[in-house]
């Protein structure tokens, strides 16, 4: 067994997974440093969600290995891969999926609150964090009284309120109007840069891929080019917006 690299706090080695026999990454391997942001680009049905949630634990991949903090994830129960999501691990879906019958800071809050977090600091953290996302006058409203760009703000301050070690962000602005797009996704860079969370990001937008600091590119299951360094040069002068 190679033991994965001291620097990288997520890393696979080849990769394989299929869906219903149809191959969905193949011999994928991908390193992930401490802090950075990685974006993972690549065309529809190339294998990006796939690979976000094998190394969030969320699939076993058929073969291959993943080790979070030189942990073995491919290894670990249902069970521990459940507790590192939990205590861990931050995820944020294309579509936001907020519990219906919560209000907004109740679903911001929930992470903290099944962490154990006092009722009333979660509150408060999950309050900041709605204001950071622009949706403080949504806090008392249930979902359904939302419309989808906030509703999708609300799951990422849920993400952020936890400050988790690593964030998935899964196409995290693709349902949001173009306008709203570029804020949304730079105060999610620049929280991420400030409390220093580990992001890796899908995407098939090359603006978003801009913002972070380093690049794959997926084709078909399988890994294209070599890693780029993209600089995330307007990440970093996002880092100047009080997040
Ligand atoms: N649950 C599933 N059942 C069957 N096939 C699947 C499933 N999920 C993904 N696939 C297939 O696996 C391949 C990789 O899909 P995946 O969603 O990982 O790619 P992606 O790059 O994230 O695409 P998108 O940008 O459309 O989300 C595709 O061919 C897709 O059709």
Redesign the pocket.
């Given at each position: 067994m190679v033991t994965p690299p001291d620097n990288d706090v997520l890393w696979a080695r080849a990769l394989h997974h299929s869906?219903?026999g149809?191959p969905?990454l193949a011999n994928v391997s991908v390193g992930v440093r401490e802090g950075e942001i990685l974006a993972v680009t690549?065309?529809?049905?190339?294998?990006?969600?796939?690979?976000l949630r094998c190394l969030a634990g969320q699939i076993l991949p058929e073969s291959g290995e993943v080790w979070f903090n030189s942990v073995p994830v491919h290894t670990m129960g249902p069970m521990d891969r459940e507790r590192l999501r939990r205590d861990r691990f931050g995820w944020i879906d294309?579509e936001p999926h907020l519990v219906p019958e919560l209000t907004a800071w109740e679903n911001a809050a929930l992470p903290l609150l099944l962490r154990g977090t006092p009722h009333r600091v979660a509150k408060a953290v999950a309050q900041e964090w709605l204001e950071r996302l622009d949706v403080a006058d949504c806090t008392r409203k249930r979902p359904a009284a939302l419309l989808q760009a906030q509703r999708q703000r609300v799951s990422i301050a849920r993400a952020l309120a936890c400050e988790p070690f690593v964030l998935f962000a899964?196409?995290p602005s693709a349902i949001l109007h173009r306008s709203d797009r570029a804020q949304v996704l730079r105060t999610l860079t620049a929280a991420a840069r400030t409390h220093g969370i580990t992001v890796v990001l899908?995407t098939?937008d090359v603006e978003v891929a801009g913002l972070a600091d380093r690049t794959i590119a997926?084709l078909d299951?399988r890994r294209v080019g070599g890693g780029v360094v993209t600089g995330g040069t307007e990440g970093r002068a996002a880092c100047s917006l009080s997040v």
């Open positions: 869906h219903n149809s969905a690549g065309p529809r049905g190339s294998g990006k969600t796939t690979l294309t899964d196409e899908a098939h997926l299951g």
